[in-house]
């Protein structure tokens, strides 16, 4: 029996210490409000899960094997999963720009897979686009150089209609990629800590020490009467009765009244989430899908959908030994994972200014539209492997327009390069804050129509023509066919 190993990396909170009354009846109040768990039979939970810290794999150098594992959700209970090495969620790859990634991909699961670095800008041959899909046993090699700014990419798996599944039931990893320009600004890395040394410049000064960098992973689950992950969408793509973070069943991390970094994907099937701290306090944006934004600001409410990301700073300074402040989901009504200070360790700031400087796409030489359109069609048509539906020009600025009539939410997601969105039309008609500087998901409400920028740039190691998707993110909207193939050349 192969279980998860969830000792490395876990920050235990010190239960008992500072927990004051208050929040111990708020976290008892806290396991009452989750039917989730009475329903699957655990009982409930007096007390929250410490956060779950995948194990993180520096230097890009990786053999990844997807198979069946056994993963602790917190509290003891052990779910089945489909896991990258046997850690759900897999382990987090840090990487630097300009340095190579070499991952060997084996397929230990009863069917076909493929990875796909979301985010990365790769060749075809890196890419992991569904057409490349490796059987049972099979393995792929990738190789290619990290062109990328520093930023928090996603990897999962991408076989034609079989994402949907395979991401639910475990396969997903955050990848993490650092670069000078964010090096210079000082901000929380824990992910730096224990890296070897070729792989990371040990001569930066450490500003911050390690733990103040956390990713979270969100997204929903069901499960079966076991107790163990469950894949059962619904007509309208899956939804999960449970939150987890990192895979942890009521999550909680014991923080310093300190100033935290957290890395923030949706890496839910289907579910936009609408997030928000529960005292009421901002965040401090300072990233997205694609790295940096030029400035931070203070944001109450984050919308995102499946695969988009957020970098964003809480400040817990000032704040009481025993508070408790959760972060939300206000669409599901959840408490998706508990920050409790437990000490009163104070260090960190919110750095002001201008924090990296983007290049503005303009002047598109033409204009594609993108209908989504039901749950299976892009431009009327559902994805057909072996046809490409249209052609594109490598180092042209292009403006594309994605559009939906009724059936949304799509996060509408493109394979090769990032994009700029410049607009929204219908619907909440503005671009939000979290969609500034580079991105490449893009959440399509009802009703919306949003205009993006967007330039392949042919990088120095391609070879010829690369073929990529643009597709729904909702996971059962894309492997039921809401996906379209591009060749770029
Ligand atoms: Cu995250 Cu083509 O997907
Ligand atoms: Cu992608
Ligand atoms: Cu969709």
Same mark, same amino acid.
């Given at each position: 029996?192969?279980?998860?190993?969830?000792?490395?990396?876990?920050?235990?909170?010190? $239960?008992?210490?500072?927990?004051?009354? $208050?929040?111990?009846?708020?976290?008892?109040?806290?396991?009452?409000?989750?039917?989730?768990? /009475?329903?699957?039979?655990?009982?409930?939970?007096?007390?929250?899960?410490?956060?779950?810290?995948?194990?993180?794999?520096?230097?890009?150098? #990786?053999?990844?094997?997807?198979?069946?594992?056994?993963?602790?959700?917190?509290?003891?209970?052990? /779910?089945?999963?489909?896991?990258?090495?046997?850690?759900?969620?897999?382990?987090?790859?840090?990487?630097?720009?300009?340095?190579?990634?070499?991952?060997?991909?084996?397929?230990?699961?009863?069917?076909?897979?493929?990875?796909?670095?979301?985010?990365?800008?790769?060749?075809?041959?890196?890419?992991?686009?569904?057409?490349?899909?490796?059987?049972?046993?099979?393995?792929? /090699?990738?190789?290619?150089? #990290?062109?990328?700014?520093?930023?928090?990419?996603?990897?999962?798996?991408?076989?034609? $209609?079989?994402?949907?599944?395979? #991401?639910?039931?475990?396969?997903?990893?955050?990848?993490?990629?650092?670069?000078?320009?964010?090096?210079?600004?000082?901000l929380p890395g824990s992910l730096y800590s224990g890296a070897p040394p070729l792989s990371v410049p040990r001569t930066r000064a450490m500003p911050f020490s390690s733990k103040y960098e956390v990713p979270l992973i969100l997204r929903d689950a069901n499960f079966d009467g076991s107790g163990n992950l469950r894949y059962n969408p619904g007509g309208n793509g899956f939804f999960g009765d449970t939150p987890l973070v990192n895979g942890t069943i009521e999550a909680t991390l014991s923080v310093d009244a300190s100033v935290y970094r957290f890395r923030v994907l949706n890496g839910s099937n289907a579910r936009v989430m609408r997030l928000a701290l529960s005292n009421g306090s901002m965040f401090r944006l300072i990233g997205n899908d694609g790295g940096l934004l030029e400035f931070g600001s203070q944001v109450g409410t984050f919308v995102i959908g499946p695969g988009e990301r957020l970098d964003v700073l809480v400040d817990f300074r000032g704040y009481a030994v025993g508070t408790s402040v959760m972060l939300r989901d206000l669409d599901a009504n959840w408490d998706l994972i508990e920050f409790l200070v437990t000490s009163s360790h104070a260090e960190g700031n919110i750095p002001s200014g201008r924090l990296s400087t983007i290049e503005r796409l303009a002047n598109p030489v033409r204009t594609r539209t993108f209908e989504f359109e039901g749950m299976n069609k892009v431009n009327g048509r559902s994805f057909d492997m072996n046809r490409i539906d249209f052609q594109v020009p490598f180092g042209e600025v292009e403006r594309w327009i994605l559009t939906t009539r009724g059936t949304a939410p799509h996060p509408v997601h493109i394979h090769g390069a990032s994009f700029q969105v410049r607009s929204r039309t219908g619907g909440r008609g503005q671009v939000f804050p979290w969609e500034a500087g580079w991105k490449d998901t893009v959440l399509l409400l009802d009703a919306e129509t949003v205009e993006v920028l967007i330039r392949f740039d042919r990088q120095a190691y391609y070879s010829g023509p690369q073929r990529y998707v643009i597709h729904c993110h909702k996971l059962e909207h894309e492997d039921a066919g809401m996906m379209s193939n591009f060749v770029v050349n």
């Open positions: 029996m192969k279980d998860a190993d969830r000792a490395e990396g876990e920050q235990v909170p010190e $239960r008992g210490i500072g927990l004051s009354r $208050r929040s111990l009846l708020k976290a008892m109040l806290a396991g009452a409000a989750a039917p989730a768990l /009475s329903k699957t039979g655990w009982g409930r939970a007096a007390a929250r899960n410490p956060l779950y810290f995948p194990p993180t794999i520096y230097g890009g150098n #990786v053999s990844l094997t997807c198979a069946p594992a056994q993963a602790n959700l917190g509290g003891g209970r052990i /779910s089945n999963v489909l896991a990258y090495n046997g850690t759900f969620p897999a382990p987090t790859l840090a990487v630097r720009k300009g340095q190579f990634v070499n991952v060997v991909l084996h397929n230990g699961l009863a069917q076909e897979t493929i990875t796909h670095w979301h985010g990365m800008i790769v060749d075809e041959q890196n890419d992991g686009g569904p057409h490349m899909a490796i059987p049972p046993n099979g393995s792929h /090699s990738y190789s290619y150089p #990290v062109v990328n700014r520093a930023g928090l990419n996603f990897y999962h798996p991408h076989p034609h $209609r079989l994402t949907g599944e395979q #991401v639910c039931l475990g396969l997903a990893g955050a990848l993490i990629v650092r670069d000078a320009e964010e090096d210079a600004l000082g």
